[in-house]
T-cell receptor, first 108, second 116 residues
Framework: SQQGEEDPQALSIQEGENATMNCSYKTSINNLQWYRQNSGRGLVHLILIRSNEREKHSGRLRVTLDTSKKSSSLLITASRAADTASYFCSFFGNQFYFGTGTSLTVIP | EAEVAQSPRYKITEKSQAVAFWCDPISGHATLYWYRQILGQGPELLVQFQDESVVDDSQLPKDRFSAERLKGVDSTLKIQPAELGDSAMYLC??????????????FGQGTRLTVV
């Protein structure tokens, strides 16, 4: 069963704009991670935020976590065409779950 | 840079045939996962190994799927007989330790299975 859900399901923006995607989850977590998946490929780890952290930055990525609302957001600033991919949140409840994913298209 | 190796990358098989996928995790990674990802959805866990032992196979359709990691290193996932609904991407991932919340998982490129 899907323990995590992301929205929007699909997002299309112009290069240079910011992209924000959200993840809501149902279980208690120790951390939350974001992964990226290029079409037809495996997943690549982007960033991990621990349950006692509220915000974390890595390059053009900013992740927030609100454990009271069981939600997280991923912001990609100054997007590039190469950012086009699907993005998944991931977290550990009694197993390692993934969200439903957001498909991001960055138009050059 | 160390990678999780999976083979084959693509597999087309006929319904009712047997099919097998292979995964070689990053050296020293004790935890290994097999996930199934249907197009447009997130990965769903099929089986998790800790060394050679199965930790979680609650979502593995055991009437047709089997997985093993005999020496606690590489792993094989088998489907017999394959059904049309098994068409999906099969992803293998590994993690250094057994404490799930401490570390990231590394994924292979996946095997795209098409059952015809």
């Amino acid at each position: 069963s899907q323990q995590g859900e992301e929205d929007p399901q699909a997002l299309s923006i112009q290069e240079g704009e910011n992209a924000t995607m959200n993840c809501s989850y149902k279980t208690s977590i120790n951390n939350l991670q974001w992964y990226r998946q290029n079409s037809g490929r495996g997943l690549v780890h982007l960033i991990l935020i621990r349950s006692n952290e509220r915000e974390k930055h890595s390059g053009r990525l900013r992740v927030t976590l609100d454990t009271s609302k069981k939600s997280s957001s991923l912001l990609i600033t100054a997007s590039r065409a190469a950012d086009t991919a699907s993005y998944f949140c991931s977290f550990f409840g009694n197993q390692f779950y993934f969200g439903t994913g957001t498909s991001l298209t960055v138009i050059p | 840079e160390a990678e999780v190796a999976q083979s084959p990358r693509y597999k087309i098989t006929e319904k009712s045939q047997a099919v097998a996928f292979w995964c070689d995790p990053i050296s020293g990674h004790a935890t290994l996962y097999w996930y199934r990802q249907i197009l447009g959805q997130g990965p769903e866990l099929l089986v998790q190994f800790q060394d050679e032992s199965v930790v979680d196979d609650s979502q593995l359709p055991k009437d047709r799927f089997s997985a093993e990691r005999l020496k606690g290193v590489d792993s094989t996932l088998k489907i017999q007989p394959a059904e049309l609904g098994d068409s999906a991407m099969y992803l293998c991932a590994s993690r250094r330790g057994s404490l799930e919340f401490r570390t990231e998982a590394f994924f292979g490129q996946g095997t795209r299975l098409t059952v015809v």
